[in-house]
């Protein structure tokens, strides 16, 4: 059926008004031009980017928006369009850009639409500012190209878009070498078939995440050298298109110290069973023959004595049978200090009030003997083994109660919270000592006084010091004669 | 005519061994001691072979854990395993005061475990004990 004629005018009339109307209020600058390149329409967007106003515009030629450097080839791509006028975007591959009013360039994106109008051919341009997304383009560029790391940027095809100095760096590239290339080139040969099906669950459910949990990562180098690297992967949308940002770090160095410790725990796993035999050889072929010294020493004083043997006599056994006992005391002694690297415990949370208490308990009999008060602060929780935290206590309050001055001993315990550790205070009101013998009193079988006055063979200190190392702190002391000792040390808190 | 008690020490060395007779004989402990020195002599006095064939069955055995060869814990396990020999009442003497060889002591149906002391007159008091308990109070099965 033929249309009114007459509504056709009408029609088309309303329909150019509202057409312009549309046009005009497109957010993208819209341009029609002529096949001769005269513009015949600017929208308000144009007149925006462009800092024209549109009377400037209509009927000049488009190549006055054209920068210079790329006026000359423009005719000539207006032509070809007309020749094949098809939707498309302009200049695929190419940076465009628009000239405006003052001289200045600005970064655009065109797309060409052919128009027919009045049996005319024209072609509609959308005009795009881009400089926005040029700049986050550019600020990703910069952050990629500052990382420590190695960063490398994928497409959904596995096409490689970024990369950035560490990578040429890492697998000996030129990044020119590795743009547009597919990413499985740095896939080791063995895995690669697997690569593109990893990437598809990956976009499937893209999460920032670590790749390859659980297994040991590769990459290929140019030279065709393998090295073990940590991928972390990072879901990207930028302009409706998705990319995968993966930071990649050479772990060879990682690698090789976590063997070197390997091998170290089993030296020191080693050298601590040789110890612990060399203990038990120690503690058991040593002493048996002392036994026997001084039981039948002893048998011998007891039997013999005011009889075959006279008083002095008596006095040389009595020296033999001190000196083996006292042997023998040494050798527990040793014991008990290699014990503490022997038979040491893991760690676990151990309250230090609980073994202050027990500690007190076991020395129940010096401090009743010693009219001694042990004072105990609140104390923490710490990260330790609770056998040997025992030991130390104990042996602390026991040499505050056996080096008393006349007065009745007081022992004084305290904690202090010291960065992430914690520092603990035994102090005494005994005899004291001078400090020029600071040190050597923490060295084994170091000690101040004979053994007549005070038995003991002085290792408590050199045990306490062990045991405190071997928890990570360390333990000093201040004193003066006659004024009383304080005992420091720190402990790890339970984190 | 006293029915004395029939003890084989087992220890394999002769200074604890002539000591422990020695107390004996000072704290006036009658009992019949037979003194063998390896986990080997021990089984073949209780097995009643060689030249042991003419022994009877002890009474308690004092045994020590530490001897060359067969020691103590073998022979313990062996006596406790054999339907003849294990209700014999074995009291560990030893000079091992280690955690683990008490344990396995017991897990082997040992009577009782005592660590010799190193002091003589600590050893006399445990001497003691041993006859007070295990000479006077306790009774044992009848022989086999």
Known sequence: ?495 | MVNQLKILLVEDSRADARLIMEVFKEEKIHVDVDVVRDGDAAMSYLYRTGEYENKTSPDLILLDLNMPRKDGREVLAEIKADERLKSIPVVILTTSQSEEDILKSYNLHASCYVAKPIDLDQFRKIIKSIDEFWFSAVRYPPKL
């Open chain 1, 1 to 495: 059926m033929r249309p009114d004629h007459n509504f056709d005018k009408h029609a088309l009339a309303l329909d150019e008004v509202r057409l312009r109307q549309i046009i005009d209020a497109a957010p993208n600058g819209m341009l029609m031009v002529d096949r001769h390149g005269v513009i015949v329409l600017a929208n308000t967007q144009v007149e925006r980017l462009f800092q024209y106003d549109r009377s400037e515009l209509l009927g000049t030629s488009i190549e006055e928006l054209v920068p210079h450097a790329a006026r000359e080839k423009h005719p000539a791509y207006r032509d070809h369009f007309f020749r094949e006028p098809q939707a498309r975007s302009m200049g695929a591959g190419r940076d465009l850009f628009g000239l405006r009013k003052d001289g200045s360039q600005v970064p655009v994106e065109i797309g060409l639409n052919p128009l027919v109008s009045g049996g005319e051919t024209f072609v509609l341009a959308s005009v795009v500012d881009i400089t926005e997304r040029r700049r986050s383009e550019e600020r990703i560029r910069l952050v990629v190209e500052a990382a420590p790391s190695g960063m490398i940027m994928v497409d959904e095809n596995g096409s490689i878009v970024l990369v950035n100095s560490q990578i040429e760096r890492l697998f000996g590239y030129d990044r020119e070498e590795l743009l547009g290339q597919s990413i499985d080139m740095l896939v080791p040969a063995s895995v690669r078939t697997k690569h593109p099906q990893e990437r598809a669950s990956f976009f499937a459910d893209p999460r920032s995440r670590a790749m390859g949990i659980g297994r040991d990562l590769f990459g290929q180098c140019k030279d065709g050298t393998q090295i073990p690297v940590e991928i972390g992967l990072n879901p990207l949308m930028t302009e409706g298109e998705r990319f995968v940002l993966a930071s990649i770090v050479n772990i060879t160095e990682r690698k090789r110290s976590e063997a070197l410790l390997q091998e170290k725990l089993l030296e020191l796993e080693r050298s601590n069973e040789d110890l612990q035999q060399f203990a038990y050889v120690c503690s058991h072929d040593l002493q048996e023959p002392l036994r026997v010294i001084s039981n039948y020493n002893q048998l011998l004083a007891s039997r013999y004595n005011g009889r075959v043997l006279d008083e002095a006599a008596g006095e040389f056994i009595e020296f033999t049978v001190d000196a083996t006992k006292r042997m023998q005391e040494l050798i527990n002694d040793l014991l008990m200090y290699s014990r503490v690297q022997t038979k040491a415990q893991d760690f676990a949370s151990v309250d230090c009030s609980t073994i202050v208490d027990m500690a007190i308990a076991n020395l129940k009999l010096a401090i009743g003997e010693s009219n001694a008060t042990v004072i105990c602060e609140p104390l923490p929780t710490v990260k330790g083994d609770s056998t040997q935290l025992l030991q130390l206590f104990q042996n602390l309050i026991s040499n505050a109660i056996k080096f008393r001055s006349k007065k009745p001993p007081e022992v004084h315990i305290s904690a202090e919270s010291i960065g992430n550790s914690w520092n603990i205070s035994v102090r005494d009101n005994g005899q004291g000592f001078d400090m020029k013998y600071a040190n050597r009193i923490f060295i084994i079988f170091q000690r101040l006084h004979n053994k007549e006055m005070y038995p003991g063979s002085g290792i408590g200190l050199a045990v306490c010091k062990k045991i405190v190392e071997r928890h990570g702190g360390r333990i000093w002391v201040e004193s003066a004669p006659q004024r009383g000792t304080l005992f420091q040390f720190t402990l790890p808190k339970l984190d």
